[in-house]
């Protein structure tokens, strides 16, 4: 196998952290061998040809070759055994990846511009953040409320796109420890390289205790809770909390109490109603400077204690 | 205008052997022309018919809107003109212009009736709110299918596509008509009369795809 | 229209005629491929442009000196400029108009109006999608994928609109290309003596007259979808995003091969030319072109695996892909036996086409990797694909772009250019070319999605690399545009046939008279006879 521990050393592929991703490897490590020595044998043979057949005069004969069928049929045949080849192989890696398995861990996967909004089934809502056990096979049940993204995990090996109007899914089963990224791989807008989420791996028992701390959401004061929210309903990636930076959208950063002017010139004092305001009906009084239709509206999306929950937050932010 | 069929007639151009060689490549050329018409056409056409088999019953209710009577008329009225444009043709292949010019004539004329009928049943759909896609208001036009605009959407496009070339096609023959009036044609040459009638015979072939599966389908 | 020329005149094409007004009114397929080519190299300038500052603010992470809306705006003029208005016109508008008639012993094309008019057609169309950087440029990606093209704010209407009428000019030229390969070949030049270059023309021209109208109405579609909510791609209004991405890839797939199958076919003449030798398997290479044109209908899928269309649609994608490989691959075999026993020269032009082979082995290869589905996935919209697009439209369509001009050059403007600078061109561009796109293989490995602003800091090092690349490819073409300048103002008279080589347009003086051939030639054997 020391062919295939060379192509391994040398695709530079992130550690495959799922059973898929080690098939997935095998086939490009012998994709990518595959492909060296075609390359060998074309580049090679052309370099060769080229210096061992380099011009001596201007007046060389050179032979007269029109084709050769034995060596035709060759180069097609093999070519093409090898090609069906490897579309067999890719083709029982994807039916692998399309095929379900029966009593999965089922979380849904909502995407969003710009974020992955996660719900589990026990009600724990988070962004940009899975929290998975090790060695348990996860389905993935996602969907886009805007436009197309598509969910990646490049240490899986894993992708799938999300469409609006539907749902779309995939699955994997981890048998590593760790962090790993999530990538938004399909060009959704201003922030698309900024989908980025976590993808956590851990044993059964810490997924368990996590899943329990995150379902104690709703004991928390208000303005923790609208902390939480801040992040799980991605304000948090078009606002800063933390800071006075534009980031889509104005920091909301020492904000609550001060006066701003709006788009059509008038000035609004920013209190508990235009902070409401803005959360439910974005594009009635955008800050000036910045462009209307960008924010979506929650309205509908946030109960009456979550709209109160996010106004206490957004007061405390000094 | 030269009548002789010699290399040098002035109608042949440099790089063609003769008067026929020229007809024969003009004609392959605007056969060419008309197979693209038919594929963009035939894009058209797919995506009706699969909106139309997700959403049979939308599409049934759109369908109910359309006259068939009306589109019945039209697809008589353009095969007519069809006729009307082939005895053009043989007019002036057979040296009888002012026949011709009468046949050409006849030809707009239908084009002209093609598109009164179509505006008539255009306005009428507007006047009971029928409007494409998201200007189609389903309470207004009390629509059981909330989607109900995306079908006049579908058919607001096809008919309105096949219209506009109903019109660039009445353009082209009058001004080949006026052409002929002015002589520029004769047994010997008659390559761009023969090439805007097989414009035309497209345009009506598209129209005769498009009335069964508009008006009679749904 | 029958200019008289005097046989013994040097009047020649060029000086025959004089003022911009005959130039702008020639039915000339000569001077009709100069002016496109001035369009095509003016809209090649401004797409690199737009790739150099992509790749500046793409040198580290984090905003540089573009916001992110800049950054995604200048992604898509550098596609939709690239791929619109100087690929898939590039080669056949060019070098296609200037040498297609001369290859089979004809006059012209076909329909010299209609050729004269596909430019009107280019230009109206190029210069309304330009026109979109001053009113609101457009930030969807080349590719318009809805829903995101049907809620942006910017101009997709007018940008959309302008493509398809490039679409038209593209339909036109393919329909005149068809017809006068059918109709216009001298005496003796049988279908089985034209040129390599015709029959790669021919193919693409089967192509352009046949997918181009799908994405005509594609493009038609998608402007009555944004003007009046029609709901065909629209899931708010019931309809389905991913037929989008089925109609627009019926058309763009076969495109792709509109790019190539040219490029493929200067390097069969550059091959045979530069070995003096007879090209190998004149009839594999002659029928795998249409062969690729044809299956290329049947292959859109693969771009969308991991779209959400069904198993067994990817399934048969997958398949008829491979099976398009296959013609290809007979190609890159048969120019390698065309070398053997060859009298290969390193004159500008073959390092070009040397260069094509090695670039395009390695795209070529890495598209069968993306063709197999279980491996795709990963790489799907990662920077795999773009460096395997850019490895066949760059290193192939462009290298063979560039060999044909320095190898036509002297035909088409009657001078010689300075060999050693034009080596150096080749060296800058090869080079850099490598520099820039091979580590965008390994950045797609490691999981780096495309069409991203910003990224994580493991991908900084070779996205530096790959920045510092495109300044070496730069300063090539730059320095290519200085040595046909210098050429055309002061370049040495280039005799008829400065290479040695056999097809038609050798025999003829250079630059050729307006008409070609001053007695109509009859032919009596295929074009590469090297004995």
Known sequence: MFWTSVAHAGNMMPIPATDIAVEVDNLYNFLLISSFIACAILIGGMIYFVIKYKRKSNNDKTAYITHNSFLEFLWSFIPLVVFLGVFGWGWHVYHEMRKMPANALEIHVQGKQWAWEIEYKSGVKTANLIVVPIDTDVKLIMSSIDVLHSFFVPSFRIKQDVVPGRYTSLWFRANKFGEFHIFCAEFCGTQHSGMIGKLKVVTQKEYEEWLEEESKVGTLPLAKRGEKLFQVKACSGCHSASDLSVKVGPPLFQKFGASREVADGQNVVIDENYVRESILNPNAKIAKGFNPGIMPTFAGQLSEVELNALLEYIKGLK | MSTGNTTHASHVAHHFRDSEHQFDSAKQGIWLFMATEILMFGGLFVAYIIFHAIYPEMFAEGASHLDWKMGFLNTLVLIFSSLTMALGIHFIQVGQQKKAVVSLALTILCGAIFMVVKYLEYTHKFHLGLFPGRFLNPEVVHATHQNLGMYFGLYFCMTGLHGTHVLIGMGLITWVMIKTIKGDFNPEYFTPVEGVGIFWHIVDLIWIFLFPLLYLVG | ?531
């Open chain 3, 1 to 531: 229209m029958a200019a008289t020329t005097n046989a013994s005149s040097d009047l020649n094409y060029i000086t025959e005629f004089k003022g911009i007004k005959s130039w702008l009114t020639s039915l000339d397929h000569k001077r009709i491929g100069l002016l496109y080519m001035m369009a095509v190299l003016t809209y090649f300038l401004f797409g690199g442009i737009m790739a150099l500052l992509l790749r500046l603010e793409l040198f580290s992470p984090g905003a540089n000196f573009l916001s992110a809306d800049q950054y995604n705006q200048v992604m898509t003029y550098h596609g939709a400029v690239m791929v619109f208005m100087v690929i898939i016109p590039g080669i056949p508008a060019i070098l296609g108009n200037f040498f297609l008639p001369i290859h089979i012993g004809a006059k012209d094309v076909a329909f010299p109006r209609l050729n004269l008019a596909s430019w009107y057609i280019f230009m109206i169309g190029s210069i309304l999608a330009v026109s979109t950087l001053f009113t609101s440029k457009i930030d969807t990606g080349w590719t318009f994928y809805t829903p995101y093209s049907l809620k942006t704010s910017t101009a997709v209407i007018t940008m959309v609109f302008a493509a398809f009428i490039m679409g038209m000019s593209s339909i036109l030229t393919g329909l005149n290309f068809i017809v006068t390969v059918h109709k216009l070949r001298a005496p003796g030049m049988t279908m089985h003596r034209i040129p390599l270059f015709v029959w790669a023309l021919y193919s693409t021209a089967i192509l352009q007259v046949l997918a181009t109208p799908v994405l005509a109405i594609t493009l038609l579609l998608l402007i009555a979808e944004r003007a009046f909510g029609v709901g065909v791609f629209n899931p708010e209004l019931g309809g389905d995003p991913v037929l989008f991405q089925h109609f627009f890839w019926f058309y763009s797939h076969p495109a792709v091969y509109i790019m190539i199958l040219p490029a493929m076919g200067i390097v069969s003449e550059l091959i045979a030319a530069f070995s003096r030798k007879v090209i190998f398997g004149y009839t594999a290479i002659a029928y795998s072109s249409i062969g690729i044109a044809a299956v290329s209908f049947f292959v859109w899928g693969h771009h969308m695996f991991v779209s959400g269309q069904s198993e067994i649609a990817g399934v048969l994608f997958s398949f008829l892909t491979m099976l398009v490989g296959v013609p290809t691959a007979i190609k890159m075999f048969n120019w390698l036996a065309t070398l053997y026993k060859g009298s290969v020269s390193f004159q500008s032009p073959m390092l070009f086409a040397l260069g094509f082979m090695f670039l395009f082995a390695i795209g070529g290869v890495t598209g069968i990797i993306l063709a197999v589905m279980g491996v795709d996935v990963h790489f799907h919209d990662t920077y795999f694909v773009v460096a395997h697009f850019h490895y066949v439209m760059v290193g192939g369509t462009l290298m063979a772009l560039m060999g044909g001009f320095y190898y036509w050059f002297p035909k088409m403007f009657g001078k010689m250019f300075n060999e050693s600078l034009a080596q150096i061109s080749f060296a800058l561009i090869f080079i850099g070319f490598n520099v820039t796109f091979f580590p965008q293989f390994i950045l797609g490995s490691m999981g780096m999605p495309r069409r991203y602003f910003d990224y994580i800091p493991a991908y900084h090092s070779l996205n530096s690399i790959s920045t510092v690349g495109s300044w070496l490819i730069a300063s090539g073409f730059f320095l290519s545009v200085y040595i046909f300048w210098q050429a055309f103002c002061h370049g040495a008279k280039a005799p008829a046939n400065p290479w040695g080589a056999k097809t038609l347009e050798w025999q003829i003086p250079s630059p050729p008279i307006h008409t070609n051939f001053e007695v109509e030639p009859i032919i009596k054997a295929g074009p590469y006879e090297y004995r």
